[in-house]
C-alpha cells in the first residue's frame, strides 16, 4: 500500500485542515463527497483526452486514498455514532456494503497500471458506485444524522482529526 500514495499529492487533500475542525460532521463529510466528484470528473477528462499513463495514475491513487480515508472514518466514527442515534441501520448496513465493494475496487486499481485493459473502467466504475453511495449517504443517512441529536459539530472534530492522522501515517508510507 505505500508504494500506491508514494505519488499521490497528499497536500491536495490536506488543504481544508483548519477549516475541516470547525465542520460538523455532515459539512466535513459533504466537502470529501464533493472534492472526489471533482476528481472523478478530472480522470473522465483525462481519459477523454486520452492523456498520460503518469497523469492518470497519479489522479486515480488520489482518488483512492481519498476514498480509503473518507470510508475509514465513516467506519471508525460516523457509521457507529449513527448506529446508537439514528434508526436505519438498513441505509447503514448498506453504507458499508457498497464501502467494501468500493474498497475491493481500489485495491483492483491499486494492483495495476493505467496502461492495462480495464483500468480506467474500474475507476471509472468506481465513480458510479461512489455517486450512488454519495446520494443514498446525503439524501438518507445525513438528514437523519442532522435530526438525531448528536453533537454533530464534535463529531466533526474527531472526523477531521482522524483524518489528519490517516493522511499523515499515508504521507509517512
Known amino acids: 500500500m505505500a ?41 473522465k477528462q ?34 457507529p455514532a449513527m448506529r446508537e442515534s439514528i434508526d436505519d441501520d438498513l441505509a447503514l448496513d448498506e453504507a458499508e456494503v457498497e464501502h467494501a ?3 475491493d475496487l481500489i485495491l483492483q486499481i491499486q494492483g495495476m497500471d493505467p496502461g492495462d485493459a480495464l483500468y480506467d473502467a474500474k475507476v471509472l466504475v468506481l465513480g458510479e458506485y461512489v455517486e450512488h453511495h454519495v446520494e443514498e449517504e446525503e439524501s ?3 438528514p437523519a444524522a442532522e435530526k438525531s441529536g448528536v453533537d454533530l459539530e464534535a ?10 492522522e490517516l493522511l499523515g501515517a499515508a504521507e509517512e508510507e
Open 46 to 79: 483525462l481519459v477523454e483526452e486520452d492523456a498520460d499513463d503518469e497523469e492518470k495514475r497519479e489522479l486515480a491513487e488520489q482518488i483512492c486514498l481519498a476514498l480509503t480515508v473518507h470510508a475509514d472514518i465513516e467506519e471508525e466514527i460516523f457509521y
Open 3 to 43: 508504494e500506491m500514495f508514494e505519488n499521490a499529492d497528499l497536500e491536495d487533500l490536506d488543504d481544508d485542515e483548519e477549516s475541516e475542525g470547525d465542520q460538523d460532521a455532515v459539512s466535513l463529510l459533504s466537502a470529501d463527497h464533493a472534492e472526489v466528484k471533482q476528481m472523478f470528473e478530472s480522470y
Open 155 to 164: 463529531l466533526g472534530a474527531e472526523l477531521a482529526e482522524r483524518k489528519q
Open 140 to 142: 438518507e443517512i445525513f
Open 101 to 103: 465493494a468500493a474498497k
